[in-house]
C-alpha cells in the first residue's frame, strides 16, 4: 500500500509524490510510497533550466569564461561548458556582473581529480547533516498529524505545514555554494547518466549534479507546501463510519465499530468480502456506492468522519428525527483541493519553464510521460484481460461489476478465515512496541541472518498513525526510518497487519539504499516505483510471516493472474491521474466544479476505451476514487511501475537466496530505473514478461 519514505529537506520537503510535491511542504502524504532520494537528487531535471527570471551573462563573457578554464584542464572541455553554461543559466543580477561571474568561475573551478573528489566528500558529508536534521524537525512538527496523539487543534496543522527548509535554496545561491557545486558538477542528461555504465563514483558525481537546477522563491514554496498540507489533511480526516451506513433495504450491514479511511479502507472492505456470499456482494455493492457518492461529491457533509446520523447511499439520504431525509452534499470539497494544489504548482512553473507533469515524470520517475502512457496502453489493450475477466466471472458466477477491479479471488488471503486472521495478528500485535519487537523475526523469516536482521530492525521505529499508515525513511546514518500503521485499541486487524509488511518492505529498503550505499549521494532508489516493488514483495508474504504456508499447487499460477489483475486496475487510474492533470495545464482557470465534471468524464472514457469491452458495462466513474489523486497528485504511476519492477524482480529472485539478492540489488544506490533494473536482473524495464506469463497460465487453462 503505501509506503511513504522521509524525505530530505535541504531545500525541499519530500512527501510521496514528486520533487515538487515534496519541495518545501510539511506534510507526509498517507499513501507515500515515494522513494526517499537524498540529497537534492530528487530535484533532478532531464535538460537543465535555462529560464531565468533576470538578464542572462553576456555569452562573449561565458565564451571567455570557458576557454580560461579549459586552459587550465584541457582534460574536461565537455564538462566545463557544460558547468559554465548552467552556472550563467542561473546567475541573477544580484549575484554579481558578468566580470563577477567570469572571476567566480576562475577562482572556484577545481581542475586537480584528488581535490575534486576531497569536495565531493565533503559536500556529501554537509547535506547528509542538513538533510538528516531538517528531517528530524519536519517529524516533530509532523508527530501529532500522523500518529496518534489525542485531539487535533490547529496550532496543529500550522505546525505540520511549516517548512523550516523554505529558505535554503535562496541561502546556497545567495552565498554561491550552489555555484560551486553546479560549475564542477554539472548536471547530466537522462541519456548521458546511462552511459555512464558501472562507474559508481561518476553516477555520484552526477546525483550531486542533480542537486541545483533552479531558483524558486522560498515563498513559492511555501505556498506549495501549504496546498500540500491542507490536501493531505483532508484525506487523513476522509473516514466513513460503515456501521452508520445501510444497504439499498436500509439495513445495516457493518458493526458500528468499523470505520473506514477513503479510499484504502473501502477499498481493501471490498476485497475482503469475496467468498462470502450474498452478504459479502450486499457489502461490496453498498460500498461501491458509497465511493460514487464521493466522486461526484453527493455524500453529506454530516456523514464524513463522524457516526451521527445513519446514512442510505443508495437514496443519499439520511436519519433526521426518525426519517430518512435530504441532506447537504460535500459540493465540490475534494475538486477545490485539487484545484489549490494545481494553482501552487503553476506558481513553480514559471521559475522551472516546464510543468508539473514535466517534473513529475522527466525529473523525479526519469521515465517519459511519452514513454509511461505508451506501456500502459499496450497493457490495458491486451487480450489476455478478456479472458482473465470471464475466468473471474465464472469463480464469481455471476457478470462481472465494476468493483471487479478489485477481485481479490486469486489470493490464497481470499479463502482464509478472516475473523481467525484478525484474532492471530491481534494477539501477535496488541501495539506498535509489540510489531517493533517482532521485527527482527520477520525478517529472518525472509531470510536475512539474525545478525543482519537486528542490524535491519534496530534501524526501524514503529508507529501509531491516524492514517492507514506510510513508510517515513532516514536522511542521514543514524536515524531510524519509520513504519507508521494504524492499530486501535483491540490491536492490529489482519488488514492492518498486511498494510504494516507493506510499508516495512518500504522501510528495509530504506534502510539498505541509506546505509549501504558507497556514496551518500547515490543513497536512495532511481524513483518511488522500486520503493513499492519491494514493498509489494514483502506484502505478498505476509501469511508466510506468520507461519501460514500455502501448499496450494496452483499458487504460482494464481499469482501470476493476480498481479496481471492487479496491474490492470492501477494503470487505468494512473491514466485518469495523468489525464486530469493534462486537462488542468488545458484549463488552468477551471473552477472546481468545472474539474468535478471533467474528472468523472475523464474517468468514464477511459472506463469504456479499456474496460468496459472487458465487464461489459459502460460509463462507470469508479477510476476516479483514489485520494491520491487529492494529496499525492500524479504518485499512482509510481504503483503500475511497481507493479511491473515487483515481477521482474520475483522473477529473478526465484530460486536465488532472498536476502542475499535483495541486499546486494538494494545497495546500487539511486541509478536511473533502466540502468538499476539491468543491474538488478540483467534485464530492461519492461511489461511483456507478465503478459507472456498470464499467457502460459491462460493456455494451461
Known amino acids: 500500500m503505501r509506503g511513504l519514505p522521509g524525505y530530505f529537506l535541504v531545500v525541499f520537503y519530500f512527501a510521496r509524490e514528486s520533487i515538487y510535491s515534496y519541495l518545501c511542504s510539511s506534510i507526509i502524504c498517507n499513501i507515500s510510497c515515494m522513494t526517499f532520494v537524498r540529497c537534492f537528487s530528487l530535484m533532478a531535471l532531464s535538460t537543465i533550466m535555462c529560464f531565468n527570471m533576470n538578464a542572462e551573462i553576456n555569452q562573449s563573457v561565458i565564451q571567455q569564461t570557458i576557454r580560461s578554464l579549459s586552459a587550465k584542464d584541457a582534460s574536461n572541455d565537455v564538462g566545463i561548458e557544460k558547468g559554465v553554461r548552467q552556472a550563467a543559466s542561473l546567475w541573477q543580477v544580484a549575484d554579481g556582473s558578468d566580470q563577477d561571474f567570469q572571476k567566480f568561475c576562475e577562482t572556484n573551478y577545481i581542475a586537480d581529480p584528488i581535490e575534486k573528489e576531497h569536495v565531493f566528500l565533503k559536500i556529501s558529508d554537509y547535506m547528509e547533516a542538513i538533510n538528516g536534521y531538517y528531517n528530524q524537525m519536519t517529524l516533530r512538527l509532523q508527530q501529532n498529524m500522523h500518529l496518534t496523539t489525542g485531539p487535533l487543534y490547529p496550532i496543529d496543522e500550522m505546525f505540520a505545514s511549516y517548512s523550516p527548509s523554505s529558505h535554503l535554496t ?8 550552489a555555484f560551486i557545486i553546479m560549475l564542477n558538477f554539472p548536471h547530466l542528461t537522462l541519456v548521458e547518466k546511462e552511459a555512464l555504465g558501472n562507474d559508481r563514483k561518476a553516477w555520484a558525481y552526477a546525483r550531486l549534479g542533480d542537486m541545483f537546477t533552479q531558483r524558486i522563491p522560498a515563498d513559492v514554496l511555501q505556498k506549495q507546501g501549504n496546498a500540500m498540507s491542507d490536501a493531505e489533511m483532508y484525506i487523513s480526516a476522509y473516514n466513513i463510519y460503515m456501521g452508520y451506513t445501510t444497504n439499498k433495504e436500509g439495513k445495516v450491514l457493518f458493526s458500528k ?50 457516526g451521527k446520523y445513519m446514512w442510505n447511499p443508495f437514496t443519499n439520504t439520511i436519519m433526521l428525527d426518525g426519517k430518512f431525509a435530504q441532506a447537504s452534499p460535500e459540493s465540490t470539497t475534494r475538486y477545490q483541493k485539487m484545484v489549490n494544489t494545481f494553482k501552487a504548482m503553476q506558481g513553480i512553473d514559471k521559475y522551472t519553464g516546464d510543468t508539473y507533469i514535466d517534473r513529475k ?95 535491519i530492525a534496530a534501524k526501524v521505529a514503529v508507529d501509531p498513525a491516524r492514517g492507514s499508515g506510510h513508510a517515513w525513511g532516514s536522511a542521514m546514518k543514524g536515524q531510524q526510518s519509520h513504519l507508521r500503521t494504524r492499530i486501535p485499541a483491540t490491536g492490529m486487524d489482519y488488514k492492518g497487519y498486511n498494510i504494516a509488511i507493506h510499508e516495512f518492505g518500504h522501510n528495509v529498503e530504506q534502510t539498505i539504499s541509506m ?33 501460514i504456508k500455502d501448499s496450494d499447487p496452483e499458487k504460482k499460477a494464481m499469482d501470476v493472474l493476480d498481479k496481471v489483475w492487479t496491474m490492470y486496475e492501477i494503470t487505468g487510474v494512473s491514466m485518469v491521474d495523468i489525464s486530469v492533470w493534462k486537462w488542468l495545464y488545458a484549463h488552468p482557470d477551471a473552477t472546481a466544479e468545472q474539474l468535478k465534471e471533467a474528472t468523472i468524464s475523464i ?99
Open 361 to 455: 515524470f522527466n525529473d523525479e520517475m526519469e521515465i517519459s510521460l511519452k514513454d509511461a502512457e505508451s506501456l500502459f496502453d499496450s497493457f490495458l489493450s491486451a487480450p489476455e484481460l478478456k479472458i482473465l475477466a470471464k475466468m473471474i466471472s465464472k469463480r464469481l458466477g455471476r457478470k462481472l461489476e465494476a468493483y471487479d477491479i478489485w477481485y481479490d479471488g486469486f489470493k490464497a488471503r481470499s479463502n482464509m478465515d478472516e475473523v481467525k486472521l484478525n484474532e492471530q495478528t491481534r494477539f501477535l500485535y496488541p501495539n506498535a512496541d509489540a510489531m517493533k519487537n517482532d521485527l527482527p523475526n520477520i525478517l529472518m523469516k525472509a531470510g536475512f541472518s539474525k545478525d543482519k536482521a537486528n542490524y
Open 257 to 306: 465499530e468499523m470505520v473506514l479511511l477513503s479510499h484504502w479502507n473501502l477499498r481493501d472492505e471490498i476485497k475482503s468480502n469475496y467468498n462470502k456470499g450474498k452478504i459479502g456482494l450486499d457489502k461490496q455493492r453498498t460500498i461501491y456506492e458509497i465511493m460514487k457518492r464521493i466522486i461526484a461529491q453527493e455524500i453529506p457533509v454530516e456523514v464524513i468522519n463522524a
Open 603 to 701: 474517468a468514464k472514457e477511459i472506463w469504456n476505451k479499456y474496460y468496459a469491452p472487458v465487464f461489459g458495462v459502460k460509463d462507470e466513474t469508479i477510476l476516479a476514487v483514489y485520494s491520491h489523486m487529492i494529496d499525492s497528485p500524479l504518485y499512482l504511476s509510481a504503483y503500475a511501475f511497481g507493479q511491473i519492477i515487483e515481477f521482474q524482480l520475483s522473477q529473478y529472485l526465484e530460486g536465488k537466496n532472498f536476502a542475499t539478492e535483495v541486499e546486494r540489488i538494494f545497495s546500487q544506490g539511486r541509478l536511473t530505473p533502466n540502468a538499476w533494473m539491468k543491474q538488478a536482473t540483467g534485464s530492461p524495464l519492461n511489461v511483456e514478461p507478465m503478459l507472456e506469463a498470464v499467457r502460459k497460465v491462460v493456455i494451461k487453462k
Open 170 to 177: 535562496d541561502d546556497f545561491f545567495t552565498n554561491k555554494i
Open 515 to 547: 546505509y549501504d550505499v558507497d556514496y551518500y549521494m547515490m543513497s536512495g532508489v532511481p524513483n518511488t516505483a522500486f520503493t513499492e516493488a519491494l514493498a509489494f514483495v514483502f506484502q505478498k508474504r505476509d501469511l508466510e510471516f506468520l507461519g
